[in-house]
């Protein structure tokens, strides 16, 4: 078992690239991102004063006109999102992914994957968003790397910082910070994630911290990713929640999709993919409750979505607390959250084989300064 501790740096050579080669298309293209959703869009409503960004017109959430497409007899056994992608190209295949994932884009008026085959004659209806590539340019962003060696990078994300650039952030991402750093060691970013996501794997949202596993190679992006879809990879959170949790422990699961009276949320819907948390008590207070979560699935908000729905919401988290910070009885504590700046929610361990030598890592990351100091006044309440 490896640890934040063990930091290893500056392994030379990258070695060849291994399955890099993607079955879907030819030699000569280009690779197309690959993108497993833990928590993130990136247009979140929380905006960190340590990490601003100017939110823009095309926010990657607004629907473009209505798409019907009644599937023609040529297009065959096509997956869904690349049918989609060769007759959209101002919109990223990955943007187009997370419509469909989401359940803004249907076949025959099911949720299905992106890697759905679709069939002559069938309907495609839905929304297709507006989001243009945005290339992550080097920029020189302090990062908090945990581990690192000639395939992997393991980064602590502040709370603020968005992924990687979009439509809404266009710089200041780790994304952008990657890049820099790489190319300050002598590195090539990886290709396979493409120009705004290199060596991406996976997403936090803007507004949580934690841990993240980035790729160095085009071969360690493909591996990750192949563990992310078949849910190898351990993803443990904390979060503190308004209100006492009864049980010691528990799970949840309820199917999430795009909220249908606000299209900037997600939530619980019958129509919704399956989506699976587990919870366990670490601490109860007078009006919150300390959770380790672990999630085994990675929808869009999943965590943040889920103990809304069971009517323990996040604390601090202005999209799906409902105003429940306004039942907080000491008048202290309701001041406290006003000034936290962010949802009380922490990626702090990650689990994973390497993906080149399958040796089983585990990392950890204590909940940044502002979380701890936040908890503290909680305790002194009680």
Do not use: C
């Not at 991102?33 to 607004?62: A, G, K, Q, R, Y």
């Not at 393991?154 to 790489?182: F, I, R, W």
């Not at 563990?227 to 190898?232: G, L």
Request: charged share 25%.
């Amino acid at each position: 078992m490896t640890t934040g501790k063990d930091k290893e740096r500056g392994r030379q050579g990258e070695g060849e690239t291994g399955r890099g080669e993607d079955k879907e298309r030819g030699n000569n293209e280009q690779p197309l991102p690959i993108e497993w959703e833990d928590d993130e869009v990136v247009s979140s409503d929380f905006i960190s004063p340590l990490h601003p960004f100017t939110p823009s017109p095309l926010h990657p959430l607004t629907p473009a006109p209505a798409l019907k497409i009644t599937v023609p007899v040529e297009a065959e056994n096509q997956r869904l999102d690349l049918f989609l992608t060769s007759r959209f190209s101002e919109t990223s295949r990955s943007a187009i992914q997370r419509a469909i994932s989401g359940g803004d884009i249907t076949a025959n008026g099911k949720t299905v994957k992106p890697s759905h085959r679709i069939k002559a004659g069938e309907e495609i209806v839905g929304e297709v968003p507006v989001t243009p590539v945005i290339d992550a340019v080097p920029e020189d962003i302090p990062l908090d790397i945990v581990y690192e060696d000639g395939e992997i990078i393991v980064v602590n994300k502040p709370a603020g910082m968005v992924t990687h650039p979009g439509a809404g952030a266009t710089s200041g991402t780790l994304a952008n910070g990657l890049v820099y750093y790489l190319n300050r060691i002598g590195r090539q970013p990886p290709r396979r994630g493409g120009a705004s996501r290199p060596g991406i794997v996976h997403r936090l949202d803007v507004g949580t911290s934690g841990l993240i596993v980035v790729a160095k190679t085009d071969r360690a992006h493909l591996n990750l990713a192949e563990q992310f879809e078949s849910r190898k990879v351990m993803k443990s959170y904390t979060a503190l929640v308004y209100g006492v949790v009864k049980e010691d422990s528990g799970k949840i699961e309820a199917p999430i999709g795009r909220d249908p009276r606000n299209r900037v949320k997600m939530a619980v819907t019958p129509n919704g993919r399956q989506a699976l948390t587990l919870y366990r008590v670490a601490e109860r207070f007078d009006e919150f409750t300390l959770l380790d979560l672990e999630i085994k699935t990675g929808r869009t908000h999943q965590i943040r979505v889920h103990l809304a729905h069971i009517k323990h919401p996040i604390v601090a988290d202005s999209t799906y607390e409902a105003g429940r910070v306004n039942s907080i009885k000491n008048a202290k504590l309701r001041a406290a959250v006003a000034r936290l700046h962010r949802p009380f929610l922490h990626a702090a361990r990650l689990g994973f084989a390497h993906p080149v030598s399958g040796e089983k890592m585990e990392f950890a990351a204590p909940p940044p300064s502002e979380l701890r100091a936040f908890l503290k006044q909680v305790s002194a309440a009680r």
